[in-house]
């Protein structure tokens, strides 16, 4: 199984951006900074950022703080705006007690922090705090005001009266300490912040991720908390989220307010300075990435995994020259590679070109992982049952399932269960095609797509292997239901025994089909002309005796039988089958047709015409 954690782990051969953004940090020497890292969901933002903060530890770790906050972790219980800052400050303080630096100072700064939260400068402390009859709302814009220079006379009342309050409630928890006007604490608060990094001679860089995962007002709320009181001399932000899922976020926040797209591209713009977009990932990538999975999850060294996580990448970024990751190139990197690992290396080989280009999956890391695992899960699943799974089969399978047409999955599912041997013969002049690097003809709406098609000529070929076992470990997706689970306990026991006809039915049988109604009948009907869909040639096999027995108990039957038969080439016919045939009516037409066709043998003409002359004597 394959862990959906972030890691700094270079999988996807990030670590060149990683460095590159890294080196953006350092260069900045201490100016204020902020840098978004986006991308979809998956694409591995979170592991990005935990490269980036590797690389400037590595490089550059004395000169810097490393705090990381998740917003999301606060949504619901604790206000984010105010949460960050006080994550901040006692991170502040951990690394002024380990190195003996500032230590006072930085107590005095998480007290200031903790005098701010108190006065219900976050919102959600904000909404819960009594402020003599003021509404909380009205105290978080006269902080606002106050803290960009522009608070009024009204504002500096409310604050104090707000601080009075607080104070006197809240001061056991915070310590006593001399309470200012809050438009001078937040002065106080932004030079006291400014001088403690400078005592300490660090910059202070904080990760912050999954913001994109966020309520708007709390994705909002950590952005306007680093504007307003952290966006200063020896900051730096390192923020991981989806930019459309921000700017969104920025819609709504504003909702009274017309937004065009420039103003909600300034907006972003003053808070995010310096875009890195995850790149996407290729056919290489994606094939590389799966190699790596492979290896993580073998019993190979961890050295061996770790030179052949190096090499890869390696490999990676000089493809632009031409070079490839392959299969050989992979297993010229393992020692001895075991045939396992071989195989799943095939497997990497065959489904990354559609796991780049099926819209459902487009090459996500995330996406490709939970394939695996539920591939893994459905071979374990396999192997405890003691049910043979053709792994490669499974695999393309599963494919299908995540990125094709739901109903035309289910009509796949439903005709490897109803066929005798588990095989949907139907996709063979379609896989057959596809092989031939044709376009595959009359194809259904739900499988016409090129996806389908990719698909269909995809190893192995599926139409002419047994896949019940596939099917069953598959029942997670729709319920395995065949025909015979719809027939009654004596109507499948007459299946049974029709199955092993040789012969003409017994009169006993015969009674006993007709004790059976119509609709089991039918289904009856149905799975003995599966059966005989194997049939090459068409004399008096077992099968026609069967089909003939019930058509005795259900004379309506017999257009079912008649119309499979009119399907049945020709050439196929022997003369065996006239005198079985001759006195029913309903094979009549059959009978002619066959007596004027150009492919029908000579012997069942010739078996046609003395069965008529001996009619008409």
């Not at 990683?18 to 694409?43: C, H, Q, Y």
């Not at 031409?322 to 050989?328: A, E, F």
Request: hydrophobic content about 45%.
């Amino acid at each position: 199984m394959w862990s959906d954690n972030e890691t700094n782990i270079d999988f996807l051969n990030f670590r060149t951006v990683a460095d590159t953004a890294a080196e953006i940090i350092f260069r900045a020497n201490g100016k204020p900074l902020s840098m978004g890292v986006s991308g979809g969901w998956g694409v591995g933002k979170s592991s990005m950022v935990k490269l980036i903060q590797e690389s400037l530890a590595v490089r550059f770790g004395e000169k810097f703080i490393f705090v990381e906050f998740n917003a999301w972790l606060y949504q619901g219980y604790d206000d984010a705006k105010a949460a960050l800052m006080e994550v901040i400050a006692e991170n502040l303080l951990k690394y002024a007690e380990e190195h003996q630096t500032a230590v006072e100072s930085a107590k005095k700064f998480l007290a200031r922090i903790k005098w701010f939260r108190a006065i219900g400068l976050g919102l959600g402390i904000a909404a819960t705090i009594k402020t003599g009859g003021m509404a909380a709302p009205a105290v978080v814009a006269a902080l606002n005001a106050a803290s960009q220079g522009e608070a009024t006379q009204e504002d500096v009342n409310t604050l104090e009266s707000a601080g009075e309050k607080a104070a006197a409630s809240l001061g056991g928890l915070i310590g006593p300490r001399k309470v200012e006007t809050p438009p001078k604490e937040i002065h106080d608060l932004r030079e006291h912040f400014s001088k403690l990094l400078e005592d300490m001679g660090v910059t202070l860089v904080v990760f912050v991720d999954d913001l994109d995962r966020c309520l708007p007002d709390t994705s909002i709320s950590t952005l306007e908390a680093m504007r307003l009181f952290l966006f200063m001399n020896r900051t730096a932000f390192v923020i991981a989220a989806d930019e459309n899922m921000i700017r969104q976020a920025v819609r709504f926040h504003f909702k009274d307010t017309a937004l065009d797209d420039d103003l909600v591209t300034n907006y972003f713009d003053k808070l995010i300075q310096i875009p890195i977009r995850v790149p996407p990932l290729g056919t290489q990538e994606v094939r590389a990435y799966l190699f790596l999975l492979f290896i993580e999850d073998s019993d190979q060294p961890s050295n061996v995994k770790e030179e052949a996580r190096k090499s890869i990448c390696k490999q990676l970024g000089e493809t632009w020259l031409g070079k490839r990751v392959d299969r050989s190139f992979v297993i010229s990197l393992i020692p001895q590679c075991p045939p396992k690992l071989i195989s799943q290396f095939e497997l990497a080989d065959r489904i990354a070109p559609l796991m780049t280009s099926a819209q459902q999956i487009r090459g996500n890391p995330r996406l490709i992982k939970r394939f695996l695992n539920t591939l893994y899960i459905r071979l374990t699943t396999a192997t405890a049952q003691q049910v043979t799974v053709d792994e490669a089969a499974l695999a393309k399978m599963l494919l299908f399932e995540r990125c094709g047409n739901e109903r035309a999955y289910s009509y796949l599912l439903k005709e490897i269960n109803e066929h005798e041997e588990g095989k949907p013969i139907f996709l063979k002049p379609w896989e057959e095609a596809a092989a031939k690097g044709e376009e595959p003809s009359s194809l259904p709406t739900e499988w016409n797509s090129s996806f389908v098609k990719d698909w269909l000529a995809l190893p192995p070929v599926l139409n002419d292997l047994n896949l019940k076992s596939v099917a069953y470990v598959s029942r997670e997706y729709m319920p395995i239901i065949t025909r015979a689970d719809q027939l009654s306990a004596e109507a499948l026991q007459l299946l049974e025994a029709l199955l092993t006809l040789r012969q003409a039915a017994s009169a006993e049988l015969t009674t006993r089909l007709k004790s059976v109604g119509k609709r089991d009948l039918s289904v009856i009907m149905e799975r003995l002309l599966v059966r005989a869909k194997q049939i090459q040639e068409w004399g008096t096999p077992p099968i026609l005796h069967a089909c003939l027995a019930v058509i005795t108990a259900e004379e309506t039957l017999s257009e079912t039988l008649a119309r499979f038969l009119d399907q049945v080439p020709p050439g196929q016919i022997k003369a065996s089958i006239i005198p079985l045939l001759k006195d029913k009516s309903w094979a009549q037409n059959l009978i002619r047709k066959w007596s004027q066709h150009r492919d029908t043998p000579s012997t069942v003409k010739r078996a046609i015409s003395a069965e008529q002359n001996e009619e008409g004597r």
